[in-house]
């Protein structure tokens, strides 16, 4: 095949891809793309992480060339997607975004990487599922700036060289151990994002509320803060209920009383801990005693995926300190039986039984 043949079939395939992300992203966009900061000095939280990528960003324009790629990793819904947009926009070029799951093959890759104009910002969300073929072309595309192509086969087989656009890939993951070493080290900068303090939180929940048009107080923001997980996706999403909430039964303000209300209706309790956190708890303190207990085991009581558990249940639960993980199995701590209101020696049902 002819090299014009390969890249035209390339960034055809690429530019589908685009548009299947575009339409599948666009509910969520609709829903967060009003609230998210275009600028650094709109954006909360993570100073550290947001000083160092401003001297970065000063000293690439000074020098007139694209910023080194950024890696970000961190639990989901503490603005990882934010930073690359406001990247983008502080930089002046166009951001490109895709995600990991969505190139399966190299040719979708080369699709994305021959439409890049100088400068453009390439963001790959959970970067860690990309396929091992798909990585390997990054390698050369992230350090050289260039593509190879083997075309044909046997005595015929003749290896192209397509030469990239300056570009700045940022690659976003919530499990950066399943990252391989030579693309790790191939990012210049790498960032892990944290969890919010309630303060930052309530200053979050402050600006949404403005961009919302909703009239809040400071204790009914530091309300919906407490409660928040520290994640800034989850104290948006709290306070579009509350807001609900109070148009709906109260007079469309917010205050802490109408915060208090609205959560509790939403089975949110003063931790910020739902239904299925609760329900995952009191499996492990009754059923199995405190621990420890397997993952496989808690997701089968429970009736819920393993895999859901630990990606969106466990995180919280080890960060406050009530499990923790052992070579086991999952336990409980006293503080899990305390909050819970859970006497450790209770015995199980199960035993109860024989």
Do not use: C, W
């Amino acid at each position: 095949m002819a090299r014009e043949e390969i890249i035209k079939n390339s960034n055809s395939e690429g530019l589908e891809i685009q548009e299947d992300l575009e339409v599948n992203k666009e509910e969520d966009l609709y829903q967060s793309i009003n609230l998210r900061p275009k600028n650094l000095l709109e954006y909360v939280g993570q100073k550290s992480v947001v000083n160092s990528l401003e001297t970065a960003m000063k000293a690439a324009s000074n020098r007139k060339e694209p910023l080194e790629h950024v890696l970000f990793h961190g639990p989901p819904g503490l603005g990882k997607t934010t930073l690359a947009h406001v990247i983008a926009t502080e930089s002046g070029y166009k951001i490109i975004h895709t995600s990991g799951p969505s190139l399966e093959r190299p040719a979708d890759m080369v699709g994305l990487l021959s439409n890049l104009n100088f400068g453009d910002v390439l963001f790959i969300d959970e970067i860690h599922r990309i396929s091992k073929g798909v990585e390997e072309y990054m390698y050369s595309a992230m350090e050289d700036f260039k593509v190879d192509f083997i075309t044909g086969s046997g005595t015929f087989a003749k290896s192209l060289s397509f030469p990239l656009q300056r570009f700045t890939l940022v690659g976003a993951t919530t499990r950066a151990g399943m990252l391989s070493s030579p693309l790790r080290d191939r990012f210049g900068l790498t960032y892990h994002v944290d969890y919010y303090s309630p303060k930052e939180l309530s200053n979050v929940i402050k600006r949404s509320s403005e961009l919302l048009g909703i009239k809040i107080s400071d204790e009914g923001s530091y309300e919906i803060a407490n409660r928040s997980r520290g994640t800034p996706r989850i104290a948006n999403r709290l306070l579009r209920r509350v807001r609900d909430y109070s148009e709906v039964h109260e007079t469309g303000n917010i205050d802490k009383n109408i915060s208090q209300k609205a959560l509790k209706s939403e089975g949110v309790d003063e931790l910020g801990l739902d239904r299925l956190d609760r329900e995952y708890l009191k499996t492990l303190l009754v059923n199995y005693k405190g621990g420890p207990a397997g993952i496989e085991a808690l997701a089968a009581t429970i009736n819920e995926e393993s895999q859901t558990l630990m990606d969106v249940v466990e995180p919280f639960l080890l960060k406050i300190g009530f499990v923790v993980r052992t070579p086991s199995g999952r336990k409980a701590t006293e503080k899990a039986y305390s909050y819970l209101n859970v006497d450790k020696t209770r015995k199980s049902d199960q035993a109860q039984l024989f």
